[in-house]
C-alpha cells in the first residue's frame, strides 16, 4: 500500500464523509475536555501551592486517577460487547464525569479534591471503551485512522479553549480558583446534552450480544497480535508521566502561577494540529512506523525536559510531549480496533486500557518519588530512556504477525 500522504482536497472529503455520530462523539469530547482542562489545568498548582501536598503525593494522585480511569475500561468494554450496546455505557461515563464537577469548588480540603478527580475518571473510564468501539463500529476500516484523528482533533480543541478560559478567569477574579471550577460546570452540562440528543446507534452497527456469558469469557479469544500490542502500549505507558508534572516544570522553570494553564495549552495545541494528519498516516503506516513513532517523540520530548531550564525549552518539551499524545493516542485507537474481534472490540479496548492502567500508575508514582529525590530532570531523563524501551518487542511483534486491517 502506498504512503504518499492524501492531498489537502481529498483531506476535506473525508472529513466531510464521516458519519454524523463521530462528528456529534467529537464534539461530545470537546465540551467535557473544555469542562476537565479548566479545572485540570489549575488543580497541580492548587495542591502543591494552596493545599500543600508534596510532589511525591501528586503523582500517587495523578497515578491513581488516571489509572482508575484506565481499569474501568475493562469492566465497561466488556459489559458493551456483552449486551450488544455502545450509547447507554457511553452517556454514564459522561454523565458521572459532569455530575461531579461542582465538588472541586465547594471541596473544603485535600481529600474531597482527590476523591472529586478519582470519580471524574472513573467516568472517563467507563465511557471509553464503548465510545471507542461505537467509532469503531460505524467506520468502515479505511477510514477508522481518520475517523480516530477527527474525534481526537475536537477533544483537544477542548483542551486548548478549556485552560486559555481559566486564564480569563484567573486575571478577571483575580486568581479565584474556585469560581473558574464552577464555570466549568456549565461546557459539562452541554456535552451530556449533546450526546444524549444527538449520537444515534443505528441497530445495523450494534455488535451481536454476547447474552448470558460469563464476564471474564472471551478474554482468550483475543489474538495474539492485540497481546503484543498491548505489551508495547502498556511499556510506553508507563514511561509517560502525568500531565500535573508537565505544568510543575514550566512553573518550576519561570512560568507564573496565573498563567500555567498555558503549558496545557501549548501541549493540546500541538496535538489539535496533529491528530487529524495523525489519523491519516494510521490508515497507511504499518504497524511498525507507528509504533517507533510514537516511542521516538516520547523520548524526545522527555529528553528536552529533562535538560530543560528555561520556559523556551520546558515549552519545547511540552510540544513535542503533544506530537506523541496524537501519534499514540491515534494510532493505538486504531491499532486495537484493527486486532481485535468486531464482537469483542469494546473488551479489547477495555483490556488494554487495564494494563495501561498498571503501567500508568506505576510509572507515575516512580516519577514522582524520582523527582522528589532527585529533581524533575533526572526523573525526566530516566522517562526518556524508559520510552526507548518498548523497541525491544517489535522483533517479536514481526515474528508474531502484524494486527490485520479490519
Known sequence: MSERAPDSA????????????????????????????????????????????????????????????????????????????????????????????????????????????????????????????????????????????????????????????AIGLMLATHDDTRLVFWAACLPALVCVLILALFVHEPEETRPPAAGRKALLEGFSELPRPFWLLLGFGAALAAARVGEAFLVLQATGAGLEIAFAPLTLVAMSFVAMLAAYPAGKIVDIWSERRLLVSASLTLAASEAVLAFSRDIASAFVGVGLWGLHIAIAQVAFSALVARAAPAHLRATGFGVFGLANAVAVITGNVIFGALAESSGQGFAYGCAAAAALAPLALLPAMARGGKARHG
Do not use: C, N
Request: proline share 4%.
Open 10 to 165: 481529498e483531506t476535506i472529503r473525508r472529513a466531510a464523509s464521516m458519519p454524523s455520530a463521530v462528528w456529534a462523539l467529537g464534539l461530545t469530547s470537546l465540551f467535557m475536555d473544555f469542562s476537565s482542562e479548566m479545572i485540570h489545568a489549575l488543580l497541580p498548582v492548587y495542591l502543591a501551592g494552596t493545599l500543600g501536598v508534596a510532589m511525591a503525593d501528586i503523582g500517587w494522585i495523578e497515578g491513581a486517577a488516571e489509572a482508575t480511569a484506565l481499569a474501568v475500561k475493562v469492566v465497561s468494554g466488556r459489559l458493551s460487547d456483552m449486551i450488544g450496546r455502545r450509547k447507554g455505557l457511553t452517556l454514564l461515563g459522561y454523565g458521572l464525569a459532569a455530575a461531579v464537577k461542582p465538588i472541586f469548588p465547594l471541596a473544603g480540603g485535600a481529600a474531597e479534591v482527590i476523591a472529586a478527580r478519582v470519580l471524574d475518571r472513573l467516568g472517563k473510564g467507563l465511557r471509553g471503551a464503548p465510545r471507542d468501539a461505537l467509532i469503531a463500529d460505524v467506520t468502515t476500516p479505511e477510514q477508522r485512522g481518520a475517523a480516530y484523528g477527527l474525534r481526537q482533533t475536537l477533544d483537544t480543541v477542548g483542551a486548548v479553549i478549556g485552560p486559555l478560559a
